[in-house]
């Protein structure tokens, strides 16, 4: 028997190839559309028993709330939703606003079509592997933009770290020089090396993997929690 649905996604054109397939699998496709401010209140008017619905950004803060609408106006609203590999966030998030089933963008129309038949059951719809994926995830975290800044930071001495900082604000090595009391020269080798530990090849490289890891922003509380380093960093000479 088929499912009566509707299909809501970030981009109209994959809305309306995926409700054409469907029907053509013998589903009722009420309607496919694009999301705005009037989807949810599309899926309320018409009451399909699944909802299909896309997003490109499952763990954005806000993805789901159409979910959480929909859900509190029609509980009997079956959702799933269509996104890309997720982090355990978007997972979680997909399902804590009300959704029945998670499937990436990428799946075959069959695996669509059994999430659209577990999820009206009243089964949750998430791939096995998918669920796995994201237990692995939370087991062994990848590292963050934060964490790598710390990783960075302690590559660095407090007289290479205050050289980065005067690098991102654009000094040339004169002006380092002269700001830290320290010759040209002297100057011209600690940009070095910080270019060295930080694995870049230019000055612009090494502000914007700063700026990017979040290294500037934990510089100061780093340097002032690591009084072993700074005194390794006086001895090394500069």
Same mark, same amino acid.
């Given at each position: 028997?088929?499912? !009566?649905?509707?299909?809501?996604d970030?981009?109209? @054109? ?5 409700? #054409?397939?469907? =029907? ?21 008017s ?6 299909? *619905? ?6 954005? $803060?806000?993805?789901?709330? $159409?979910v959480?609408r ?13 996104g890309?590999?997720?982090s ?5 998030a997909?399902?804590? +606003?009300g ?12 695996g ?5 038949? =577990? ?5 949750? /719809? ?5 669920l796995?994926?994201?237990?692995a995830? @939370?087991?062994?975290?990848?590292a ?7 990783? @960075?930071?302690?590559l660095l ?5 205050e050289?980065?900082v005067?690098v991102a604000?654009?000094?040339? %090595?004169?002006?380092?020089?002269a700001?830290?009391?320290?010759a040209?020269? %002297? ?7 910080? *270019?060295? =530990?930080l694995?870049?090849? #230019? !000055?612009?490289e /090494? +502000?914007?993997?700063?700026a990017? %890891?979040?290294?500037l922003?934990? +510089?100061? #509380?780093?340097?002032? +929690?690591?009084?072993?380093r700074?005194a390794?960093?006086? #001895?090394?000479?500069?």
């Open positions: 028997m088929g499912v !009566r649905l509707m299909v809501v970030d981009h109209r @054109l994959l809305a309306e190839a995926l409700a #054409s397939a469907l =029907k053509l699998r013998g589903h009722r496709v009420l309607a496919a559309a694009a999301p705005s401010a009037g989807a949810a209140e599309l899926v309320v018409r009451a399909p028993e699944v909802c299909l *619905l896309g997003t490109a950004a499952p763990a954005e $803060p806000g993805a789901f709330d $159409p959480v929909i859900k509190r106006e029609r509980p009997q609203v079956a959702v799933v939703v269509l890309p590999v997720p355990p966030l978007g997972i979680a997909a399902f804590a +606003a959704a029945s089933g998670y499937v990436r963008h990428n799946e075959r129309i069959e669509v079509e059994r999430a659209m038949m =577990k999820a009206r059951a009243g089964e949750a /719809a998430v791939d096995p592997q998918l796995q994926g994201a237990f995830e @939370l087991l062994n975290p990848a963050q933009p934060d964490d790598e800044g710390a990783r @960075l930071l302690q001495t407090p007289r290479e770290v050289v980065l005067r604000e654009g000094e040339d %090595t004169r002006l380092i020089a700001g830290m009391g320290i040209p020269s %002297t100057a011209r080798t600690h940009v070095q090396r910080v *270019l060295m =530990k694995g870049v090849g #230019s !000055r612009l /090494a +502000a914007a993997l700063a990017r %890891t979040g290294l922003d934990r +510089a100061a #509380s780093g340097v002032a +929690a690591s009084p072993a700074g390794a960093g006086a #001895s090394g000479g500069g």
